[in-house]
């Protein structure tokens, strides 16, 4: 998200520094400024002509980011951490899901996990990270056969 404002704030230094450029050379064709009129006004208007497309380029640039930025604020705001992944809770009470949480945290992305099972219970894999969530009962079931073999014959 500091990205977003950075690059955003960037892009209003730019269309401000452009459009002040533009200003001064339409103020120079018109003659309110010094030295008067120059030489090839025409030439000089369509550079100023250029640097205003400039200016609402970046205004539009700008736009687009404002609305990203709701977007990933507002898919934020609906995520909900529930050991040991993410759902998304949904006005109407649905709820979707569930995400890695280790894409989310590091990139903003919420990927679906596919669910493979594990003795009955939820097991959650991540296609992008190819990170393993066990749900608590995936978990409790994982221990148990752990502590079986660790007091197995042939053990310590
Ligand atoms: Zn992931």
Redesign the pocket.
């Known amino acids: 998200m500091p990205d977003h404002i950075a690059d955003a704030l960037e892009m209003l230094r730019t269309a401000k520094t452009t459009a002040r450029d533009a200003l001064a050379m339409l103020d120079q064709i018109t003659g309110e400024a010094r030295p008067d009129v120059p030489a090839d006004p025409r030439a000089m208007l369509a550079e100023a002509k250029r640097k205003l497309g400039v200016v609402q380029g970046l205004h539009l640039e700008l736009a687009h980011k404002l609305l990203q930025l709701e977007q990933e604020h507002r898919e934020q705001h609906q995520m909900r951490f529930d050991d040991p992944v993410y759902w998304r809770q949904m006005p109407g009470g649905e709820r979707l899901g569930p995400y ?1 949480t ?2 989310w945290d590091a990139t903003g992305k919420a ?1 679906t996990l596919s669910n493979s099972p594990f003795r009955g219970h939820d097991r959650w894999i ?1 296609r ?4 393993t969530f066990f749900s608590p009962g995936a978990r409790d079931a994982l221990e148990a056969s752990a502590s079986a073999h660790d007091r197995g014959p042939g053990r310590r």
């Open positions: 890695c280790i894409c990927i991540c992008v990270c190819a990170k």
